[in-house]
């Protein structure tokens, strides 16, 4: 099956009420079955930066060399295939590029981004992400987050030092782990899962996330 010309891509952005500008960027094309969104963070617009270089980026390698990865198996490395393998070097391409920002522009210094990438290809669906966006999956009324967060919080969750309502009150908010361009290299989690008709995926930064719960 392929999922290219059986999906439906929509992308929103607010600002909202907590910050008097946006430090996200969202792109979306269902040419080529490719979903970002980018969470920045920084001074001076700095996140926004940030984040507008990881989805282009991301955008322009995925629309170059996608095909390229469909036609050729050989792109795929050990445990990803061709197409994973190419988001995550999207991904870590992206990195470079704003950590090399981030060095040689002062007012840049510091600057990063969360990053969370989906990609609909055949009867598959790769799921990228570093830092705290998230991608949740509602298939047959039964909403789950599938991916995990690069957060202080759920360090400490993990380590069982604290539950996850523990963490909530007991933790600094947005305290991220990962995120793209604060290193020179950074690690990204990237999973594969099977698709079914009708799924919806809903990627989201944690402006999100924070204000409404899972069963909202």
Request: proline fraction near 3%; glycine fraction near 8%.
């Amino acid at each position: 099956m392929d999922l290219s010309s059986k999906i439906e891509l929509v992308n929103v952005s607010d600002t909202g009420m907590q910050r008097p500008h946006n430090e996200d960027s969202t792109i979306t094309d269902p040419t080529i079955g490719l979903a970002v969104v980018a969470d920045g963070m920084g001074g001076y617009r700095a996140g926004e930066v940030a984040s507008a270089i990881a989805a282009k980026t991301i955008l322009d390698t995925m629309r170059g060399e996608l095909q390229a990865a469909h036609n050729d198996p050989r792109n795929a490395s050990p445990s990803l295939s061709a197409e994973s393998t190419l988001v995550r070097d999207s991904i870590l391409d992206a990195n470079r590029h704003i950590f090399r920002t981030a060095t040689d522009v002062p007012q840049y210094k510091g600057m990063g981004t969360t990053v969370v990438v989906v990609l609909f290809y055949n009867n598959m669906v790769t799921v990228a992400h570093v830092g705290d966006s998230r991608v949740y999956r509602l298939r047959n009324g039964h909403l789950d987050q599938i991916t995990t967060d690069h957060s202080l919080a759920q360090e400490l969750i993990n380590q069982g030092l604290f539950t996850a309502q523990e963490a909530e009150t007991n933790t600094p908010k947005n305290w991220v782990t990962r995120a793209l361009g604060v290193d020179e290299k950074v690690e990204v989690d990237v999973q594969e899962r099977v698709a079914e008709s009708g799924d919806i995926y809903l990627l989201c930064s944690d402006g999100l996330n924070d204000m409404i719960g899972d069963e909202e």
